[in-house]
T-cell receptor, first 112, second 111 residues
């Protein structure tokens, strides 16, 4: 079955630590996205990528970094510079930008 | 940045009734999408309506778009318990290369 896989489902970070969230898709989509969702809120765009080896900052990129070395993979690193990282992180993909997006089931990040 | 805004924020109705949610936005768009999110899960795309379309149907879903009022509505007919979820609109502004999600409407279907 085609889809998007995010791992892990739950992640805990210690103060000062970087953590990396995994996102893999087998839909052969060019575009991939990372969103942050806080309780009762909508989605805010962190980073997006139109194509391999290219990505752009979204609305809240500070404290985050990404890479797009393979079409299937778009990992997100939450750095120690992100002072309020506790949130639900969602990865998505689409054939091209602005086409309907397919979402993974998210990673919930908490601070120890 | 532009954002679709859903109304109401929360809605509770009896099973079998119709549910209507609205979305307003600020600038010209290419298209508008509706998504559903079950608790603790990712979003699922429901329907996309283009700026030159006025109405679209998909099963029990009916979406309308009024570009003169910069608003859209999502109607779910004959609601079921499984429709309990949050519903988000997402707009694609003309000339922009990304879509913006609203804060969502939380729909609760009462048995």
């Amino acid at each position: 079955d085609g889809g998007i896989t995010q791992s892990p489902k739950y992640l805990f970070r210690k103060e000062g630590q970087n953590v990396t969230l995994s996102c893999e898709q087998n839909l052969n989509h060019d575009a991939m996205y990372w969103y942050r969702q806080d309780p009762g809120q909508g989605l805010r765009l962190i980073y997006y990528s139109q194509i391999v080896n290219d990505f752009q900052k979204g609305d809240i990129a500070e404290g985050y970094s990404v890479s797009r070395e393979k079409k299937e993979s778009f990992p997100l690193t939450v750095t120690s510079a992100q002072k309020n990282p506790t949130a639900f992180y969602l990865c998505a993909s689409s054939g091209h930008l602005n086409q309907p997006q397919h979402f993974g089931d998210g990673t919930r990040l908490s601070i120890l | 940045s532009q954002q679709g805004e859903e109304d109401p924020q929360a809605l509770s109705i009896q099973e079998g009734e119709n549910a209507t949610m609205n979305c307003s936005y600020k600038t010209s768009i290419n298209n508008l999408q509706w998504y559903r999110q079950n608790s603790g899960r990712g979003l699922v795309h429901l329907i996309l309506i283009r700026s030159n379309e006025r109405e679209k149907h998909s099963g029990r879903l009916r979406v309308t778009l009024d570009t003169s009022k910069k608003s859209s509505s999502l109607l779910i007919t004959a609601s079921r318990a499984a429709d309990t979820a949050s519903y988000f609109c997402a707009t694609d502004a003309s000339g922009d290369d990304k879509i913006i999600f609203g804060k969502g409407t939380r729909l609760h279907i009462l048995p």
